[in-house]
């Protein structure tokens, strides 16, 4: 089955990144679940449309599933599932979906074929709680599993766990057609080179056209991401923003400048 | 004048930081202005109580814009602020207040100073134009200046432009009382910490205390952080922490063990 059998109106489904913590909100922790779940929907054709970042606090996550899981095809939570008193993402979703918080037979026999005699305390029991009709998800790291419940994803917020859970799980999303992006690195200014770009959107309007300025050691210039899942307008619109570029006397570099700086050092 | 002058109900204003772009929700830029927003806030005693990732799509900016401002006592918006023609927050913000958007005269004073005679074309004119009654924050990187509308502040997206133009504005800010933190390493697994934790927790509850796992080169444990604005508390709480660790058979360590073993090296 090619991903467009999946998708057969054209448009892409939508997800949501719910990513839960006061850790993230304090600044003590640098989220990057967000690029990573991010690249991966890319390429099975899910856009990730919005993301979420909430505290550890249950009217909150409450009202924000309820509000996400209503508007988008497929929500993601990140954190709140371990076996601490601030672990309480499982419990709020249960909530959320108004069915009974309860131990889950199967993540249950999980903990107790991971853990020693006598190692299973209330605290990591708390890991196998879960809203009624879960079905489990993987974790390959540290076993405690994450899971589905309706159209919303439970995972870890340990980016190595989020990761590993997500690899089991993407079998279960229908995708549409995989998102592909062009990079071109140009010395030109944003300001100068922007009439040009905006040319080129309003003649390829299927692909997304991006503009990101740099500034390093002195020097400067502009990234130009071109994102479609329609091949073929992407090539020619990343041809034109290459013809612009060399319109205007200077070279097109394919893929971001700086990196191909640093991979030449 | 102490911040608490600034405070006298005791519970510290609330923000909302709004990430606009495109380019985060692809995966193609790794945000990091939340945790310096974060960290700047803690600072002065305003908390950050969510934050929200949206695409450059004129309906949801507007939506989003409204729904946070009439919710948080400030919003900081990031992104969409360039000349190229994705940059479309500006415009937003106006259609949210109502208001027109205008050639700012002073932000054209500014730009007509930065650039050279020719060099200020449409595109990068359209960085002057915004809301009727914005009042400038200055960009001490590139010039072309952030502002304030009602309680938005509005902000580039390049986190170098972002840090000064949040530097230029923060004495715009009413704080509160400011938030510390303290952070203790033990190498005893969350699962087992996390009953003594929850004890802490329930006795100091002005203490917000986290509970983080790191799994690193085969080994692991758990970094303890507690965060509050009553200073007497937090040391109490983070004494009872290291107790607990003692108590068990283990080392508390100062900071993040991750982090000291790294400064070690």
Redesign the interface.
């Known amino acids: 089955m090619s991903p467009t059998d999946l998708n057969p109106t054209g448009k892409n489904p939508e997800a949501c990144l719910i990513i839960i913590g ?11 679940n ?6 991966e929907l ?1 390429k099975i054709g899910v856009t ?8 550890d606090t249950e009217d ?1 996550i409450i009202k924000t599933v309820n509000e996400c899981r209503a508007k988008y095809d497929y929500v993601f939570t990140t954190g709140g599932i ?5 672990d309480i993402t499982s419990e709020c979703i249960a909530k959320a979906f108004g069915v009974e918080y309860e131990l889950n037979a199967e993540a249950h026999a999980l903990l107790v074929a991971h853990y020693k005699e006598g ?1 299973l ?4 029991l ?2 196998a709680r879960m809203g009624k009709g879960a079905e489990l998800v993987e974790n390959p ?2 076993k405690a599993p994450g899971y589905r419940l309706g159209n919303v994803y439970v995972m870890a917020g ?1 980016p ?1 766990i989020m990761q590993g859970m997500f690899q089991s799980m993407k079998h279960l999303l229908h995708g549409g057609t995989p ?1 592909q ?1 062009r990079t071109i690195g140009s010395e030109i200014p ?6 040009g ?2 040319q080129v ?2 003649r390829y309007p299927d692909v ?8 390093r050691g002195g020097t400067g210039g502009t990234s130009l ?1 071109l ?1 479609s899942t329609n091949i073929e307008n992407l090539e020619a619109a990343t041809e034109a923003v290459r013809q612009i570029i060399r319109d205007m006397g200077s070279t097109p570099f394919e893929g971001e400048i700086g990196k191909a700086k640093k991979a030449a050092k």
């Open positions: 006061n850790e993230i909100l304090s600044g003590r922790t640098q989220d990057i967000l690029s990573y779940l991010a690249s890319n990730l449309a919005e993301a979420r970042v909430i505290p909150t371990g076996p601490t008193h601030d190692e305390n209330e605290a990591r708390r890991m790291i540290s340990v190595v998102v992006s944003e300001g100068r080179i922007a009439e770009l905006g959107q309003a997304d056209v991006g503009s990101y300025p740099f500034f991401v994102r």
